[in-house]
């Protein structure tokens, strides 16, 4: 069983920066991958960006450049760095962590984005 819980969401202006984190409740190494998927009001969940054991990264095409996600093992965290913030990035994100077979998620942490 592993417990994620996230925090870091907020208001910000559009072109400001925002960083999310996830704290799991076991030793990162012990996690295939992790990542943070976003839905947004009426629409499905989208995956954001993810990061596999071994520190390999993927990313939505519309947050490439913008994005970093990022670990740190010691503290069993992993952060989403947001800048250039768009209203579109306006949406609950969510945290996973894949222990093969099984999904687990966090509650997830809204962020809005004004124009």
């Known amino acids: 069983q592993v417990q994620l819980v996230e925090s870091g969401g907020g208001l910000v202006q559009a072109g400001e920066s925002l960083r999310l984190s996830c704290a799991a409740s076991?030793?990162?190494?012990?996690?295939?991958?992790m990542g943070w998927y976003r839905q947004a009001p009426g629409k499905q969940r989208e995956l954001v960006a993810t990061?596999?054991?071994?520190?390999?990264?993927n990313y939505a095409d519309s947050v490439k450049g913008r994005f970093t996600i990022s670990r740190d093992n010691a503290k069993s965290t992993m952060y989403l760095q947001m800048s250039s913030l768009k209203p579109e990035d306006t949406a609950v994100y969510y945290c996973y962590a894949l222990v093969i077979p099984l999904n687990y998620w966090g509650q997830g942490t809204r962020v809005t984005v004004s124009s």
């Open positions: 990061i596999a054991r071994g520190g390999n990264t």
């Open positions: 076991v030793s990162i190494f012990s996690i295939d991958a």
